[in-house]
């Protein structure tokens, strides 16, 4: 055997890299993460599994050719797989307690504030427009639209967004509540709202999907994908005379793009590319989004309780983002903590639902801003 | 929460009728007072008068029947506040009243009777008929919105009878269980 078969056969471990040891590294914790603490473990796990994939040395599966590749190339390069995820997304969502209480709308606006606040600190901290952009729209907390932003305005900074996105999302329980509490007293928490459960005729139901698709899509044309998509699986639902197409767009459907999607978002996470300093100011100005959007939504919580006379409890302002149904939840669990009578869950599903739209608008509304074509 | 306008001898009032839970209300005045009232009956009959137990808030010891007549619900063509009709099978009218209720609006699981707080589906019933109740202690899980609610108790008390059964579709307002006076 002469050296050369030898570097031949050992050209696996000369090839390896520190960046790619260490990127390996970040895949096992995510892996570790979606395991043992079950974060989002349905994204993180593909999403490291494809890091380790990606980053070991010479993957034929990152070659031009290679499964993950083409992945990408199917899916996340042209944003399909976000807009699949969204219809099944609809598919999954209720409107009904927003429909019952419309002024909901109003702190689903108030939620997504994080994103305009986290733009300009990402544009102070050097950031260019688009990639201020894209960060900024972490505080979306909506895995779909932050990769589907991200992959128009910056596609090399998909990796570390859809990281940030989905891993503070599942952190949604242990973000909000100490901002929450800090922001409000315990008397505002305390604050029980009378709840009337009105009908909602099924014509309405069937009508809300259609008219918001119609109405934002005229609005922010740059929305049309994500809202279209949201809303068709709304209104699949609603119809309820597709019910297998309903079934099939929240299970199979989002399963099996949930898989590529993984997959294909953890093989961008590449040594060189990956172990920046940005992506460490990313993940920081994420969680920095978080905290502004459940500041910012609980502050107009409260200027609502002011507005009606004390009788909002302003937690329920907190719920104004997408992340659904966690951050309903969170806001009932903070409302029982004080008190264990009260519920304000139906409130704050409504406020959650229109957060779930408004941060769609604000997806789209950044693109336009930014020009995207 | 509904308006009402009334106009009573050329006069005009303007009420906040606010629904609590089933047959429970607030009702904000013009002066600014808050009134807990509970609908005792409610029937559609020419001689139907309906009696609400007016409890005022700021001098809650004071309990006065009184008779406001079908006038508020016919003059101004509203609708009487809605889910009254669900009432009919609850308790005696009366039985319901003597609850004392405190000065937050209490919505879920006050007095008498423990209603539903949100529509949701009966996961699970903890207690039993007879059985001796502590304040806070959980009496039912409710599920709403695929999250799960524990329903507990406001007062210490003996479950009197038991409404529905697990798995049971509830509405907003529905009684789930009563307590022995």
Redesign the interface.
């Known amino acids: 055997m002469n050296s050369e078969t030898i570097d031949q056969l050992l050209q696996g471990v000369s090839n390896l890299t520190w960046q790619s040891v260490v990127m390996m590294l970040v895949g096992g914790l995510l892996i570790y993460l979606a395991i043992a603490k079950e974060y989002e473990p349905l994204l993180l796990l593909p999403i490291g599994a494809g890091a380790i994939l990606a980053n070991l040395p010479l993957s034929p599966l990152v070659d031009r050719e290679g499964m993950l590749t083409v992945l990408y190339d199917i899916g996340v390069g042209n944003e399909l797989f976000p807009l699949f995820i969204f219809i099944g997304i609809g598919a999954l969502t ?1 409107f009904g ?1 927003l429909l019952e209480n419309p002024k909901m709308v109003l702190l689903g606006a108030a939620g997504q504030f994080g994103i305009f606040l986290t733009l300009l600190l990402a544009l102070l901290l050097g950031f260019t427009r688009e990639q201020a952009a894209s960060i900024g729209i972490i505080g979306a907390i909506d895995g779909p639209t932050s990769i589907y932003v991200s992959g128009v305005l910056a596609p090399d900074l998909v990796g570390p967004i859809t990281v940030a996105a989905y891993s503070y999302m599942s952190l949604v329980p242990l973000i909000m509540p100490p901002v929450m509490r800090l922001l409000t007293t315990k008397k505002e928490r ?1 604050i ?6 009105r009908e909602i005729t099924q014509r309405t139901r069937i009508l809300f999907p259609i008219i918001v698709t119609v109405v934002v899509g005229i609005a922010v044309p740059f929305a049309t994908p994500l809202i279209g998509c949201l809303m068709l699986g709304n209104l699949m639902r609603e119809s309820k005379v597709v019910e297998r197409l309903t079934h099939a767009s929240s299970n199979e459907l989002a399963n099996v793009v949930t898989l590529f999607l993984g997959l294909a978002i953890g093989s961008t996470m590449v040594g060189e590319r990956f172990l920046q300093p940005s992506t460490l100011l990313i993940l920081g100005l994420g969680l920095v989004a978080f905290f502004l959007d459940t500041a910012t939504g609980v502050l107009f919580g409260k200027l609502m309780n002011l507005l009606s006379g004390g009788r909002f409890n302003p937690l329920i302002g907190a719920a104004g983002i997408s992340a659904f ?1 966690m951050a ?2 969170v806001v ?1 669990k903070e409302a ?1 903590r004080e008190d ?4 304000v ?2 409130h704050a ?1 409504g406020a959650n639902a229109a957060g779930q739209v408004a941060s769609v608008i604000a997806g789209g509304v950044l693109l336009a801003l930014m020009g995207a074509g | ?1 509904r308006r009402y306008t009334l106009r009573i001898n050329d006069t005009e009032h303007v009420l906040d009728v ?3 839970a089933a047959g429970t209300f ?1 009702v904000h005045l013009e002066d600014g007072r808050l009134i807990d009232v509970v609908l005792t009956d409610h029937q559609d009959l020419a001689q139907a008068v309906i009696t609400p137990q007016i409890t005022p808030q700021i001098t809650s010891q004071i309990t006065s029947q009184v008779e406001t007549g079908p006038v508020p619900t016919r003059s101004t063509g509203a609708r009487p506040p ?2 009254t009709g669900r009432r009919e099978q609850g308790p005696p009218a009366g039985a319901v009243t003597s609850a004392r209720r405190s000065a ?7 007095g008498q009777q423990l209603t539903a ?3 949701g589906v009966i996961l699970g019933i903890e207690v039993a008929v007879g059985a001796l109740v502590e304040k ?1 202690q959980t009496l039912m899980v409710l599920e ?4 799960k ?4 108790a ?1 007062r210490d008390g003996t479950v009197a009878a038991i409404l529905v059964n697990t798995g049971d579709q509830v ?3 529905d009684p789930l269980l009563e307590f022995e006076g």
């Open positions: 209720d307690p305390a029980r709202m009378p709840y009337t459960q149904p309903a939840r009932q029982s264990f009578s009260n519920f869950l139906m599903m | 929460m606010e629904e609590l607030n809605a889910s937050t609006p209490r919505g879920g699981a006050g707080p949100m529509p806070g709403a919105m695929k999250m609610n524990e329903l507990k406001e509405k907003h307002g």
